[in-house]
């Protein structure tokens, strides 16, 4: 049986050696990359300061209405700066291209891959992430055993890309490899709520609070806090057939 290793023990180690020892009590350094948020409070608790690379990012949402987009809408935006291609696997609607728009997202960049169920959905995951062809890949998993996300996990840290799995709410309950695990509600004011349920690091407690507003209502509306609608429009509600001929993103059948 090994014996805890004393702190006052690190004192003696190299420089370049005890920049790579980690203890559990303190966050994580996280990836070698890292991509912001968009909210200072959620970096400063999220390992390395950001969304890590080459990792799989396990954000967990409720059934509706849909939040993933004005959570992860900032960073994908900051991902796109480069003219990188973004892939979304398996999403429950149709992407409405003027919603996402509106988000910033750069959707001549977009590529739409459609699935049946969520097998199909996994197995296009793994070969995106093999051949390096996203830069970011958010893909929907309902119903994912821990089995099959552990090989996802395997893949992306092969890759270099951003991969976020979508999964709902009830699955927090299920264990799961993925090393980073969010879950993100609605609150008062379109505000989200998000806390931390598995990182590298201390257990997060509470909640964060973030002020967010789907796109294209940010500029029409003074500051914080904001009227919540009885019903808030989402940009991954269906539209008119008129505004699905407009999709600019490739579609994979």
Same mark, same amino acid.
């Given at each position: 049986?090994?014996?805890?290793?004393?702190?006052?023990?690190?004192?003696?180690?190299?420089? *370049?050696?005890?920049?790579?020892?980690?203890?559990?009590?303190?966050?994580?350094?996280?990836?070698? *990359?890292?991509?912001?948020?968009?909210?200072?409070?959620?970096?400063? /608790?999220?390992?390395?300061?950001?969304?890590?690379?080459?990792?799989?990012? /396990?954000?967990?949402?409720?059934?509706?209405?849909?939040?993933?987009?004005?959570?992860?809408?900032?960073?994908?935006?900051?991902? !796109?700066?480069?003219?990188?291609?973004?892939?979304?696997?398996?999403?429950?609607?149709?992407?409405?291209?003027?919603?996402? !728009?509106?988000?910033?997202?750069?959707?001549? !960049?977009?590529?739409?891959?459609?699935?049946?169920?969520?097998?199909?959905?996994?197995?296009?995951?793994? *070969?995106?992430?093999?051949?390096?062809?996203?830069?970011?890949?958010?893909?929907?998993?309902?119903?994912?055993?821990?089995?099959?996300?552990?090989?996802?996990?395997? !893949?992306?840290?092969?890759?270099?890309?951003?991969?976020?799995?979508?999964?709902?709410?009830?699955?927090?309950?299920?264990?799961?490899?993925?090393?980073?695990?969010?879950?993100?509600?609605?609150?008062?004011?379109?505000?989200?709520?998000?806390?931390?349920?598995?990182?590298?690091?201390?257990?997060?407690?509470? /909640?964060?609070?973030? &002020?967010?507003?789907?796109?294209?209502?940010?500029?029409?509306?003074?500051? &914080?806090?904001?009227?919540?609608?009885? *019903?808030?429009?989402?940009?991954?509600?269906?539209?008119?057939?008129?505004?699905?001929? %407009?999709?600019?993103?490739? %579609?994979?059948?």
């Amino acid at each position: 049986m090994s014996a805890a290793v004393p702190v006052a023990a690190f004192a003696c180690v190299p420089p *370049q050696l005890a920049s790579r020892v980690w203890r559990g009590a303190d966050l994580g350094a996280g990836a070698t *990359q890292v991509l912001g948020s968009g909210w200072a409070e959620l970096d400063a /608790e999220l390992p390395g300061g950001g969304w890590p690379c080459g990792s799989l990012n /396990e954000i967990l949402l409720p059934r509706s209405p849909l939040l993933e987009w004005r959570l992860l809408g900032p960073a994908l935006r900051a991902a !796109q700066r480069g003219g990188s291609r973004l892939v979304v696997v398996g999403p429950p609607a149709t992407p409405y291209l003027p919603g996402l !728009q509106g988000q910033g997202i750069d959707v001549g !960049q977009l590529v739409w891959v459609r699935s049946r169920d969520t097998a199909e959905s996994l197995w296009a995951s793994e *070969q995106l992430l093999r051949s390096g062809a996203a830069l970011a890949l958010l893909a929907w998993l309902p119903g994912c055993r821990a089995q099959a996300l552990r090989r996802l996990q395997v !893949q992306a840290g092969g890759s270099s890309a951003w991969l976020f799995v979508l999964r709902e709410e009830p699955a927090a309950a299920e264990a799961s490899p993925a090393p980073l695990r969010v879950r993100a509600r609605c609150g008062a004011g379109w505000e989200l709520r998000v806390r931390l349920l598995k990182r590298r690091g201390p257990a997060h407690e509470g /909640e964060l609070c973030l &002020p967010s507003l789907p796109g294209g209502l940010e500029a029409a509306l003074p500051g &914080p806090p904001w009227p919540l609608p009885a *019903q808030a429009p989402h940009p991954l509600s269906t539209p008119s057939r008129d505004a699905v001929g %407009r999709t600019a993103g490739l %579609r994979l059948a």
